[in-house]
């Protein structure tokens, strides 16, 4: 595991995310701080609607929160230009949900391929960087199959190589196993142990506690959109 001496690479404080739901509020997220060093592997566990999943959109710049602060690399995310936090997302961030968001017309290779289209990464080095990964994966024969010809374990391969294809500083797993049978989730769990241990950040929340720590330096409890009192714990040697 990478140290966590020194500045964190990300970090919140104090970070809330209010929402309404007719005439009541929802904290959703209620004054969270945590931090994630370079090469961490944290893992944030939490029942459904415990907030786990409001938190990693707003590390991801996906939405805007209430009140607090996230600070990536120094930079406050809040306080970037509309055209710097695209960037972040475009660049800096790879994302996977638990739903795998695939687009059932594309094949796997076009799916992949589009994640660099908003980088203006051009249309064959597109599909070569596309096909690298997908290959990386152990999906080579599979580059020409739309998502409804794959299995769920392989729709979350393909979702991971779009993620991945762009090189981001840090991954974002949203239940990247919620809708896996027991082989395909341990296929999961060893390909993001493996890419942690290549030098990638990641940041998975998960309803299953046993996942995190198979995986994770470190897990993180929340409840209520808060984080339980000691619930941090580390993980062993993987």
């Not at 080095?125 to 024969?141: F, K, P, Q, W």
């Not at 493996?194 to 995986?215: F, K, P, Q």
Request: net charge neutral; glycine share 10%; proline share 3%.
């Amino acid at each position: 595991m990478t140290s966590a001496i020194g500045r964190p690479w990300l970090s919140t404080h104090e970070l809330r995310r209010y929402y309404r739901r007719g005439p009541q509020q929802v904290k959703a997220v209620d004054g969270v701080s945590l931090e994630l060093h370079r090469g961490e592997f944290l893992s944030i566990v939490g029942a459904s609607g415990s907030g786990k999943s409001t938190i990693l959109n707003l590390l991801a710049g996906l939405d805007t929160p209430t009140s607090g602060r996230i600070t990536v690399d120094n930079a406050v995310l809040g306080d970037l230009s509309r055209r710097d936090l695209a960037a972040y997302r475009a660049h800096r961030v790879g994302m996977v949900f638990q739903s795998f968001n695939l687009i059932s017309h594309y094949t796997a290779l076009e799916n992949v391929a589009l994640a660099l289209y908003f980088n203006h990464t051009p249309h064959g080095e597109r599909l070569e960087l596309a096909e690298a990964i997908l290959g990386r994966l152990g999906l080579s024969d599979r580059i020409d199959h739309r998502p409804g010809d794959l299995s769920g374990g392989e729709q979350q391969r393909v979702a991971m190589a779009r993620a991945l294809v762009k090189q981001p500083e840090v991954l974002f797993a949203d239940e990247p196993t919620g809708n896996l049978d027991q082989e395909n989730t341990e296929q999961i769990s060893n390909l993001l142990t493996e890419l942690n241990r290549g030098g990638l950040s990641i940041v998975m929340v998960t309803h299953d506690l046993d996942l995190a720590r198979s995986c994770a330096h470190r897990t993180i409890r929340m409840s209520y959109g808060r984080l339980v009192d000691g619930a941090a714990e580390r993980g062993g040697e993987r």
